[in-house]
C-alpha cells in the first residue's frame, strides 16, 4: 500500500541528502526537487506522493506553502543540522514504501547533481510548465495550476516496466 506524505517531510529527505553529500540545495532548487518526485511519482503509481498544487511561477514549478515554509532562507543553501542519514534511513522504512523511496533514489539520481538553474531550465523546457504558463511572457508572476493530469501526460510515456 502506497503511502501519500507532508512536502514537509519530503523536504526534509532532500535536506538530510543534502547534509550527508554536501550538495547544498536552495529553496529554489528544494522546489524543482519535490516536483519532480511528485511529477515521477504520479507517473509511476498514478497516485500523489504529497499534498498540494504546484503553481508555474516565474523561476519554474512552486508549491507555494513548501516555499513559503523555507522562504526565510532566501536564495542561501538550507541547512538544518538536525536533518541527516537518520532521518534518510526512517523517512524510507516508516514514512513511505520501499517501492516509493527506490523511486525518490532514481529522482535524486537524475536531478540532484543538478543546479537550480539548471533545474529551472529543464522545467521551462517541459510541457506541464509550459501548459500552466499559456501565453504569458516568461517574467510574468503566475498562480496558475500545473496540474496533475499534466504531469501525468508528460512523464508516464518515460516510464519503464
Known sequence: MLKKTSHSNLSNYFISLSNETGNLISNLKLQKLIYYA??????YFGVRLIDGDFQAWVHGPVLPENYREFRSFGWKPIIIEELNQDFIERFCSEIVEPKQCDLLNDVVDE???????????????????IIARRDLASDVPSENVITE???I?????????
Open 38 to 43: 511528485q511529477a515521477w511519482h504520479l507517473a
Open 111 to 129: 536531478y540532484f547533481g543538478l543546479t537550480a538553474f539548471q533545474l529551472e531550465r529543464m522545467t521551462h523546457s517541459e510541457d506541464p510548465w
Open 149 to 151: 493530469k499534466s504531469m
Open 153 to 161: 501526460d508528460y512523464y508516464k510515456p518515460f516510464v519503464h516496466g
